[in-house]
């Protein structure tokens, strides 16, 4: 079982920065495979970032070089540090993670990563909105 819960949206420009957070509660901290998703207006979710058991990063490549994922095994969080931001990163973002899977089974198929039937449990999601 998990309960996820999202924190640190709000509205920026473009170009500005933020870190968003993901507070969990699950036992098997050491053991899920957690990711952000990102839902933009009109579209469907999908997938920006992974991070493995073992602290292996995955990226989609709309956010190479501009977002980072991180967490901290201490207090069961994780992170979604986002630089450079464009209006075209705005929407709802959402942290998700797998009981089931495993990340072992997504770093073998790379698409999992970001297709949103490979978790199982989310958190109610939290605003992003980029100005131009």
């Known amino acids: 079982e998990a309960h996820l819960v999202e924190s640190g949206g709000g509205s920026v420009q473009a170009g500005g920065s933020l870190r968003l957070s993901c507070k969990a509660s699950i036992f098997t901290w050491n053991r899920v495979c957690m990711a952000w998703f990102h839902r933009a207006p009109g579209k469907e979710r999908g997938g920006v970032a992974g991070l493995a058991g073992e602290g292996s990063e995955r990226l989609a490549e709309s956010v190479k070089g501009r977002f980072t994922i991180s967490k901290d095994n201490a207090n069961n969080t994780l992170y979604l540090t986002m630089n450079n931001l464009k209006p075209e990163d705005s929407g709802i973002y959402y942290c998700?993670?797998?009981?089931?899977?495993?990340?072992?089974?997504?770093?073998?198929?790379?698409?999992?990563?970001?297709?949103?039937?490979?978790?199982?449990?989310w958190g109610q999601g939290t605003q992003v909105t980029v100005s131009s």
């Open positions: 998700a993670a797998d009981l089931i899977y495993g990340c072992q089974i997504k770093s073998v198929y790379d698409s999992r990563w970001y297709q949103s039937q490979y978790y199982n449990y």
